[in-house]
């Protein structure tokens, strides 16, 4: 079995200890934060919080992306970095920054944010920290071709496939696990129910909890990550929020049906 954590990606200033007590009680191994420092507080806080809900903070993610080399936005997301070494995160995720809005994304636009992304990754690695490249749709790097250069300009940092967006992009996700597997430190699992693009091409999937609509094939993923030797925290996102459902609590509480669907397929 995998270790299974949560997205807590909408969670906005919740009482955090019975929403993760909450999590805990649905099934989950751990959790994914994307909380500002001052409201999560100290790392001795936070380590006792998690500790009375049995419910690790295993993944913290930036606040904004190693795109930017703005030094204030740095030394923020070296704070960062630091928390999520001394709370004993399993890695720090960053996603892209967007496109430039008045022409197509470069060569040199990808290798400026890859190694943006390495002396971040540099700094990080001084507490045995690793950076985890969460792909995304809709942001910088938004097409296999643009994935694969960017990977290849990439040293330090390393890689959470999310195979909801592997997809979009038209690369299947077995297929893109086996090629980046000697990159690759985290995953991300994420479904859709449907799908359309704007004429732009801006992608506009519709969200629903894993195992909901089944676009994705897990069964496949779960297969992969086993025969590629994967053994690290496999996080699963939630789906559209449900007005006045949208609580933390209610949330934690609903996503047990992604546990069970998981565990029931072998995760």
């Given at each position: 079995m995998f270790r299974l954590g949560y997205s807590t990606l909408r969670w906005k200033d919740p009482d955090l200890e019975p929403a993760l007590t909450a999590l805990k009680e649905a099934g989950w191994d751990?959790?994914?934060?994307?909380l500002s420092l001052d409201w999560m507080g100290s790392p001795a806080r936070l380590r006792q919080i998690c500790q009375n809900a049995d419910m690790p903070l295993v993944v913290?993610?930036?606040s904004g992306s190693p795109d930017s080399r703005d030094w204030a936005h740095v030394e923020r997301n070296k704070r960062r970095i630091e928390y999520a070494a001394e709370v004993g995160a399993d890695c720090f995720m960053y996603m892209n920054g967007p496109k430039p809005q008045d022409r197509p994304v470069s060569d040199d636009d990808l290798k400026a944010a890859a190694d943006g992304a390495d002396a971040w990754a540099e700094y990080a690695a001084q507490f045995g920290l690793e950076l985890s490249y969460h792909i995304h749709t809709n942001l910088l790097v938004d097409s296999v071709e643009d994935w694969r250069t960017y990977m290849n300009y990439l040293d330090t940092a390393k890689l959470c496939i999310d195979v909801s967006h592997a997809q979009l992009w038209g690369y299947e996700p077995v297929a893109s696990?086996?090629?980046?597997?000697?990159?690759?430190?985290?995953?991300?699992?994420?479904?859709?129910?449907?799908t359309?693009?704007?004429?732009?091409?801006?992608y506009l999937p519709v969200w629903c909890d894993v195992g909901q609509a089944e676009n994705v094939d897990f069964p496949a993923i779960r297969a992969v990550l086993e025969e590629t030797g994967f053994d690290r925290w496999v996080t699963a996102c939630p789906g559209e929020p449900i007005p006045g459902a949208d609580d933390p609590?209610?949330?934690?509480?609903?996503?047990?049906?992604?546990?069970?669907y998981l565990r029931g397929i072998g995760y």
């Open positions: 751990g959790w994914e934060g994307r913290l993610t930036a696990i086996r090629d980046f597997r000697s990159q690759l430190n985290y995953i991300h699992l994420q479904d859709y129910s449907s359309s693009r704007r004429e732009d091409g801006y609590i209610s949330e934690a509480k609903r996503s047990k049906r992604m546990v069970d």
